[in-house]
């Protein structure tokens, strides 16, 4: 079936720092992937998203390309502050594997900590 | 603002008390999930309800159930807690079924048992 799989945390960071959280994803169709931030004390919030092959997805000076051939969608930040602390979940939605098409995989999460 | 509310955020019961946790939305979407988070786990999806019409997914217990009386609220319920069952309970709405569609989620119910 549809998984997610992305790197363990923590992460922990100096603020400025470059940003890089793997995620790869088994899909038994064409998925849209996530990701969503959840924030200490929080609910899951979407980060951003990509529908498509080659699509990237960016907000917040976040990025993520949805790469096919790899099956990867990485997420990517040029210089973190100490305000992206939080947990961070890569997501799928597969209509060819859900009832809901909607209905979202989620990976386990990563914790990323940043320091000033 | 806050458009996906669930209470209690924190809620105690003892084993095999029944329980129910809410949650209500002012999006009026027409989908409503509810997951279960484990500690250090991902999320899964245990129903959702698209309208009146209630999915269960395969492998959720028996033990738990939902009821949506009307568009903005949706109740978990569960028969007969168990120390298995403790874990933060999170409910989400999106508009449609469409997979582009991204889903809003409220802040959790963490569920204690004792």
């Known amino acids: 079936g549809d998984s997610v799989t992305q790197m363990e945390g923590p992460v922990t960071l100096s603020e400025e720092a470059f940003l890089t959280i793997n995620c790869t994803y088994t899909?038994?169709?064409?998925?849209?992937l996530f990701w969503y931030v959840q924030y200490p004390g929080e609910g899951l919030q979407l980060l951003l998203k990509?529908?498509?092959?080659?699509d990237k997805g960016s907000n917040k000076g976040f990025e993520a390309t949805y790469r096919k051939e790899t099956t990867s969608f990485h997420l990517e930040k040029g210089s973190v502050q100490v305000s992206d602390s939080a947990v961070y979940f890569c997501?799928?939605?597969?209509?060819?594997?859900?009832?809901?098409?909607?209905?979202?995989?989620f990976g386990k999460g990563t914790t990323l900590s940043v320091s000033s | 603002d806050a458009m996906v509310i669930q209470n209690p955020r924190y809620q105690v019961t003892q084993f095999g008390k029944p329980v129910t946790l809410s949650c209500s939305q002012t999006l009026n979407h027409n989908v409503m999930y509810w997951y279960q988070q484990k500690s250090s786990q991902a999320p899964k999806l245990l129903f959702h309800y698209y309208d009146k019409d209630f999915n269960n997914e395969a492998d959720t217990p028996d033990n738990f159930q939902s009821r949506r009386p009307n568009t903005s609220f949706c109740f978990l319920d569960i028969r007969s807690p168990g120390l298995g069952d403790a874990a933060m309970y999170l409910c989400?709405?999106?508009?449609?079924?469409?997979?582009?569609?991204?889903?809003?989620f409220g802040n959790g119910t963490r569920l204690t048992v004792t």
């Open positions: 997501a799928l939605s597969d209509q060819a594997f859900n009832q809901a098409g909607t209905a979202l995989i």
């Open positions: 899909a038994t169709g064409y998925p849209s």
């Open positions: 990509a529908t498509k092959a080659d």
């Open positions: 989400a709405t999106s508009r449609d079924l469409n997979p582009y569609s991204p889903l809003h």
